[in-house]
């Protein structure tokens, strides 16, 4: 899974460009941006973290849950 905590503190925190966070990561420029794109329009989410939040758990906020019977 992807460290989306690390990329929303580089992004937000330090500032750094989606094409540094890309270099940094691995993960394409485009990837990046459509990360940071979903998690500014959701609701449920917003930087700063809350406390405790995992991966994972941004991953379900961001994105959805996929067993969701859809």
Known sequence: ??????????YFVIKLSVREISRQTGMSKSGIQKFIHVFEKCEDLDFPLPPGITNAGIAMKVYGNPDNGA
């Open 1 to 10: 899974m992807l460290d989306y905590r690390d990329i929303l503190n580089k």
